[in-house]
């Protein structure tokens, strides 16, 4: 029997050079995983530790008349109740949030969504800390709320942000980008005009874990450590230091192990800023975790873009150009993490894997009584919602000109001698060759096969649907000419060790949510240094022992961070083979690198390794001149682009025409994410997202009533998809390595996520052609797909 201590941890092995792509390396960070180990926020617990638990607002809109809190602060277990009030005396009342708007920490005029934080209460123990949130009372003067994007500018609707001077509407943005005019010369021209409304439905990151965290206010040395859920911990510094005053050197962000992020823990919630407070006022540790109900109602959304397609064609199907209006819904505060350039984050690239002629995107972004967020699930900044938009409307002109979907976008897909290639909204898609990874999923898909399938089951009345999606994704924020979040620059610094027995420590800036960093950045570093990935240790999550940089999300680990680590690799090597020469009395120039380590051109037997380096850099003896003791390195990575990452995406629905229900049949997804440093983790990473896509095609929707309640308050009513609803995943691959990339590696975190949506959608309303079916909006639940068959519209 193989036990759980037999399996190798690390199947990489001196003697193979090629520690990247090296078949099916095991994570390190799961022996402790799957047995349970995992230490997340939750299982902090310090001496003398109190707890923190937040009341919310009931109601969508409403002005606060009183809030009593007698009751709560009798409470014998009580050591605290706070109120906005209370914070605003201290001028904490607000926050800025990663969009440059402010957000209440607790409310103090007004309540604009539910689920909104209005006071905080912090007992003995958690219950007693629940319990003691029944017993505030608040009165509140209802307000009529603004539940529908679409009526959000209309001149009776509800004033939301009134704290804002001046502020008469609920406009939050207008943004643009591509060439109006142009774009409709090409559509004046145009055999064929395309429109569709399209709507990419709010939806929640859902993770495992919820957020949360620990504040630990230490007041003999000022110091301030806060365990806290954060993708971001180096900016979540800044920003603390920022709003509370506190030196940043005299903060500590510690990110434990993630139960997950998928975007949800990029923003920074008023609940993280109250366990502060508490800790500050109360002198203790203060823990914060929000329950299940509180992460679905309260915490960062993601989508929400009702959008409005247009596609311009020849007849015989060149595709000449695009345009869309989008109105997005960002709820009651802007809290959106997108560069500061990029207020509807990389949308810009709903041209997506086609050359064309021109393109224009009109944004008008309002605010509504929802929660905020916006930049979450797995989107790319959002390019989920242009993949989305992109992928149906070439789909719908598919349908009007009668062509293939596979064929039409065969005919326009950019080329891979146009690559570096600049598009109409002015992305520079750095490599690709669309057209073969497209015939390779074809080809695993037996394409031509399941057309001549669904050909005999229409004749026979039954619903077969093939749905064809390609998409390309730009991941890897950001070069610092042009991008920035809150004013701090996208770069990542990387530091490396090796010890004197040539043992390494890697050092990030970024944190893993369960991605596997601590195995794949080891990697990097075995393939460049030759030392093997077991004995590197990966260290990331932790301000005070790690550089800084801007954190996790957008995909941009392995573009940004995993260019440093490998950058930082080579600079120790540059080192090591200045101290090889001495040690094998050669010139440096002489000096040839192979399998970990240095050998004299011409004779292999003339050697010395890694490790033998490292023990002489740190020992006794003589160096050469001008080299310093030691063997470490530290850099900080500017990216010069991002890496535009694709895929090729088939996907097979069975539709039951009695009872509407869809069945997801085959899935068929082959990616490009060029160099590939982990081929398991990047499998996983690609089941976990085509799992995402089918449960939001098929179920997931956070639903408002009309005033404004949230629908979606548990896993009862907002649905996740589970293994039950998705097929035995189909996966293949390409590689078109990126350029710029030190190792050639383009991000693939959010690749399925962002691609499978469209392939499923496009998979049913193909199975629905016989109604006369061109789009539904998702989640395509059986109710939506039976009244698309009975030639009712989806509700909005
Ligand atoms: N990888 C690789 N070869 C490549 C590219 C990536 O082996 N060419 C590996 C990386 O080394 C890393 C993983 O794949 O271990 C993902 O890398 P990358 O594409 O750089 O993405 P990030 O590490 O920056 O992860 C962020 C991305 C985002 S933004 C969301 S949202 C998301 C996602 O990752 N959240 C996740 N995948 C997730 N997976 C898990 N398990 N949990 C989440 O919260
Ligand atoms: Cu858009 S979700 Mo990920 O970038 O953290």
Not at 37 to 63: E, F, N
Not at 623 to 631: A, K, R, T, V, Y
Request: net charge negative; proline share 6%.
């Amino acid at each position: 029997m193989t036990t759980l201590d037999a399996r190798p941890v690390d199947k990489f092995d001196d003697n193979d050079q090629k520690p990247i792509g090296h078949g099916r390396m095991l994570r390190k960070e799961d022996p402790r995983f799957i047995r349970g180990l995992g230490k997340y926020c939750d299982d902090i617990q310090l001496p003398g530790m109190l707890h923190l638990a937040i009341l919310r607002s009931p109601v969508a809109h409403a002005r606060i008349v009183s809030v009593d809190i007698s009751a709560a602060q009798a409470h014998p277990k009580v050591k605290a109740v706070i109120t906005g009030a209370d914070l605003a005396e201290k001028g904490l009342a607000w926050m800025p949030t990663l969009s440059n708007d402010v957000q209440a920490v607790l409310a103090t005029d007004k309540v604009r969504f539910q689920g909104q934080e209005v006071a905080f209460v912090v007992a003995e123990d958690r219950y007693a800390a629940r319990d003691a949130l029944e017993l505030i009372d608040v009165d509140y003067d209802i307000l009529d709320p603004v539940v529908d994007a679409r009526t959000a500018l209309s001149p009776d609707a509800a004033v939301i942000r009134d704290d804002l001077e001046g502020k008469t509407d609920n406009h939050c943005f207008d943004w643009e980008t591509g060439d109006e005019a142009a774009t409709e010369a090409v559509f004046a021209k145009a055999d064929v005009v395309v429109k569709q409304d399209i709507v990419y439905p709010r939806v929640h990151p859902a993770p495992m874990e919820t957020c949360g965290c620990v504040a630990d206010y230490e007041r003999v040395d000022g110091k301030l450590t806060l365990w806290t859920t954060s993708q971001a911990p180096h900016a979540h510094r800044t920003v603390y230091a920022l709003v509370s005053g506190l030196p940043e050197h005299k903060i500590r962000v510690i990110a434990p192990d993630l139960g997950g992020g998928f975007g949800n823990k990029v923003p920074i919630y008023p609940g993280y800023v109250c366990a502060i407070v508490a800790s500050l006022v109360l002198g203790k540790p203060v823990k914060w975790m929000e329950d299940r109900s509180e992460n679905l109602v309260s915490t960062g959304f993601a989508r929400d873009y009702i959008m409005q397609g247009e596609i311009a064609a020849t007849k015989d199907g060149k595709i000449l150009a695009i345009r869309t209006n989008v109105l997005a819904d960002h709820g009651a505060f802007n809290g959106t993490a997108a560069p500061v350039k990029y207020p509807a984050g990389f949308f810009g690239v709903f041209t997506g894997s086609y050359d064309l002629e021109a393109a224009y995107c009109k944004m008008t972004a309002v605010y509504t009584n929802k929660a905020p967020g916006g930049v979450a699930y797995a989107c790319s900044f959002r390019i989920t919602e242009a993949v989305y938009l992109v992928e149906r409307i070439v789909d719908c002109l598919a349908y009007e000109l009668e062509m293939d979907p596979a064929e039409l976008r065969l005919k326009n897909f950019i080329r891979p001698e146009q690559f570096p290639y600049k598009s109409k909204t002015g992305w520079v898609y750095d490599s690709g060759d669309y057209a073969t990874t497209m015939r390779l999923s074809m080809k695993m898909a037996g394409y031509d096969e399941l057309r001549r399938e669904q050909a005999e089951k229409r004749a026979r009345g039954e619903l077969m649907g093939i749905g064809v999606a390609f998409f390309t994704e730009a991941v890897g924020a950001g070069p610092r000419k042009d991008m920035d979040i809150l004013g701090l620059g996208m770069a990542d610094g990387c530091e490396l060790r090796v010890h004197p027995t040539g043992k390494a420590v890697v050092r990030l800036s970024v944190k893993t949510q369960g991605q596997g960093h601590e195995t794949t950045f080891a990697q990097i570093v075995a393939e460049e240094i030759g030392i093997p990935p077991a004995d590197i240790e990966v260290v990331h999550g932790d301000t005070d022992n790690t550089p800084f940089g801007l954190g996790t999300y957008g995909s941009r680990s392995t573009p940004v961070s995993g260019a440093a680590a490998a950058l930082v690799a080579r600079k120790v090597r540059d080192k090591a083979r200045i101290i090889a020469s001495g040690m094998l009395e050669v010139s440096v120039a002489d000096l040839e690198w192979t399998k970990g380590s240095f050998h004299v051109k011409g004779d292999p037997t003339s050697a010395v390794t890694i490790q033998d380096i490292a023990m002489r850099a740190h020992g006794a003896g003589d160096l050469p001149d001008g080299i310093e003791g030691g063997l470490e390195a530290q850099i900080c990575y500017n990216p010069e682009n991002l890496t535009y990452p694709y895929g090729a995406y088939i996907c097979v629905v069975d539709v039951d025409p009695g009872t509407a229900q869809v069945k997801v049949r085959r899935f068929i997804a082959v990616d490009d994410c060029g160099t590939r440093i982990n081929p398991m983790i990047i499998e996983g990473q690609v089941h976990g997202g085509l799992t995402d896509g089918v449960g939001m095609a098929l179920m997931e929707m956070i639903a408002f009533d009309e005033e404004g309640n949230c629908l979606g308050g548990s896993l009862m009513d907002y649905l996740i998809p589970t293994a039950l609803e998705v097929p035995d995943w189909e996966t293949g691959f390409t590689v078109t390595p990126s350029p710029h990339h030190p190792i050639g590696a383009k991000g693939i975190g959010e690749s399925a996520t962002v691609g499978s949506p469209p392939a499923v959608v496009n998979a049913i309303v193909d199975a629905l052609k016989p109604y006369g079916i061109r789009h539904a909006d998702m989640p395509l639940t059986p109710s939506r797909v039976w009244d698309a068959m009975q030639g009712h519209p989806t509700p909005p």
